[in-house]
């Protein structure tokens, strides 16, 4: 079973409209992050957001906001006010905090969201 | 400051040949971690070093892949007999503790194409 999963392959929007992408979790762990990448088409992963999994409060930074649903296991990512340079692959992740390995001590990525911002 | 760096940042290498990927993490960060981008399987975890050890290896794809750490700053990724299922993006990434909640700030990447 995939432990991240975007559903939303591509995605086109309006310039300065709101922007959800969607991504839901798989995790046994009580204690785990959450963490927003996004990967223009240069290629470097640049980080967003992080949301943990014991905060109380929805993370935000800037136009970014987490919409983090727990028992939902939801941690959607929220952009206000797109912009064109918004426009590339967005990857949701997740840590898990058991060392039992099998890639215990990386982030488990999704697939992306393409999102393109239209003029 | 300066942030992670990778070299080369591409490679094409012909099946069979020996490569090494070099990663070059934020200074003072103690924790590196190596991924692989590829378009069938996405974004996978390779390994992990705290300092100049990792403890679990288990990521790595094959016997083929293998990876060091030395004076717990530069790493090598090194891939033996290459394959051409081993054509694919390598990134590096770091963080300043290895805290499991820190944010990991990745490189540029190595494009790897093997032919």
């Known amino acids: 079973a995939q432990k991240i999963t975007q559903t939303q392959p591509g995605m086109f929007v309006q310039e300065k409209e709101a922007v959800t992408l969607d991504c839901t979790y798989d995790?046994?762990?009580?204690?785990?992050?959450l963490f927003w990448y996004k990967q223009p088409s240069s290629g470097e992963m640049i980080f967003l957001i992080y949301q943990g999994s014991y905060d109380e409060q929805n993370a935000t930074e800037g136009r970014y906001s987490l919409n983090f649903q727990k028992a939902r296991k939801s941690a959607n990512l929220v952009i206000s006010a797109s912009q064109l340079g918004d426009s590339a692959m967005y990857f949701c992740a997740m840590r898990e905090s058991h060392r039992s390995g099998g890639g215990a001590d990386g982030l488990t990525f999704g697939k992306g969201t393409h999102l393109i911002i239209q003029p | 400051g300066a942030g992670v760096s990778q070299s080369p940042s591409n490679k094409v290498t012909e099946k069979g040949k020996d490569v090494e990927l070099r990663c070059d993490p934020i200074s003072g960060h103690t924790a590196l971690y190596w991924y692989r981008q590829s378009l069938g399987q996405g974004l996978e975890f390779l390994i992990y070093f705290q300092g100049n050890s990792a403890p679990d290896k288990s990521g790595l794809p094959s016997d083929r892949f293998s990876a060091e750490r030395t004076g717990g700053s530069v790493s090598t990724l090194t891939i033996q007999r290459t394959q051409q299922e081993d054509s694919a993006v390598y990134l590096c990434?770091?963080?300043?503790?290895?805290?499991?909640?820190?944010?990991?700030?990745f490189g540029p990447g190595t494009r790897l194409l093997v032919l």
């Open positions: 995790t046994s762990d009580q204690s785990y992050g």
């Open positions: 990434a770091s963080s300043s503790s290895g805290g499991r909640w820190e944010t990991q700030y």
